[in-house]
Structures are given as C-alpha cells and as structure tokens.
C-alpha cells in the first residue's frame, strides 16, 4: 500500500490534531528505521495505522476485545490501552493488511511487551518521541534515541511508569514486564 493511500485511509478515522501526529509518528518512524537498519516500509505502515482505532467509541472497542478473545485484563486497565489491539483487528478487518509484523508493532505501541522486535520498539519510541510531543522527558529521550534504541526505550518506559505511579494509575502487566525486559 502507498503511503498517500494509506494516509487517506486513516485521516478519516482521525481528529486533524491526531493526523498530524500521525504523520509526525510516520516520520519519526522511518528516520528511526533507517537509523537501526529495520524495514522502512513496515515501519512507515504500522506507524499509519498506530493509531486507526484511537476515536472508536469505547463500548465498541471493549466489545471487540471479548468477541475476538484478546487478553480479557486489557479490560480492567485505562481505557487508553484499547485502541492499539483493537487498531490491529480492525486494520487487518477493514483495510486488509495482514502483515503480522506490522499488526504487532501496532498492537504494542502504547503498552510494550516482553521480546519486542525492531519494528516495535521504532514504532513504540516514534509514537512517543514525534515532533509534536511535549512532556516533561521527552528531549532526553529523543537525544538518547540518536545513540541508543534501547536507551530510549527504557528512559520512555520509565517516564510512563512514574507518570503512572505519581497519578495512582494502575501498570498494565505487559508495559511492566517490558520494562524488566529492557532492564535484565
């Protein structure tokens, strides 16, 4: 698929604010892909489509989660957490990518998870560290990401998990687990 036909796909799913990050996430992605030597095509794709489930409505997503036997604990974490699964099913449903790298890179870029392949860790890192970003962190791990993947990833993962713990927001399992992952 082409970028422009991929990109026309997806803006209808999405707020102008959310397509601009979207594009700024697509970027990110390929200069990191070319950076660490993945896929630039598969990197450029999944970060299209990153967010495609983002305004579904949250019934539906929930709904989608247990008629398609996802992990049923997505269900007793933020809400927040929905739209990349789901994103994933809903791609390979309605646009007909099928590419099971690039549904997984889709499927773990808000939560991480255990093993994460090259591709997911540029499409994780891009969706955190785009252009349009601004969080306290954010610079220092876009200056680690110009020398190390996985020292960005683990400076990302530990901003989220503070952010977590400082609001009394639970940790969903695998973004805990992925950050053992990267630690061990």
């Known amino acids: ?6 990109l026309e796909i997806v803006k209808k799913q999405l707020t102008e604010r959310r397509y601009v990050h979207t594009v700024g996430v697509m970027e990110t ?41 996802m992990p049923s604990e997505l269900l007793e974490y933020s809400d927040e957490l929905l739209h990349a699964p789901v994103g994933a099913y809903l791609v390979k449903k309605e646009v007909g990518i099928t590419d099971p790298e690039v549904l997984a890179a889709i499927s773990y870029h808000t939560s991480g998870r255990v093993n994460m392949t090259l591709l997911d860790k540029i499409v994780y890192l891009a969706d955190y560290i785009e252009p349009g970003r601004s969080f306290p962190g954010v610079e220092e791990v876009r200056q680690l990401a110009k020398e190390s993947l996985d020292s960005a990833l683990l400076q990302s993962v530990s901003n989220t998990l503070t952010f977590l713990i400082k609001n009394n927001q639970a940790v969903y399992p695998d973004t805990f687990h992925f950050y053992n992952d990267l630690i061990l």
Not at 1 to 6: I, N, V
Not at 34 to 40: E, K, L, P
């Open 1 to 6: 698929m082409k970028r422009e036909e991929a």
């Open 29 to 69: 992605a390929i200069e990191l892909a070319r950076q660490y030597g993945a896929d630039v095509t598969k990197a450029e794709l999944a970060a299209i489509f990153h967010d495609y489930a983002k305004f579904r409505p949250i019934e539906e997503m929930r709904d989608i989660v247990i008629s398609e036997n």
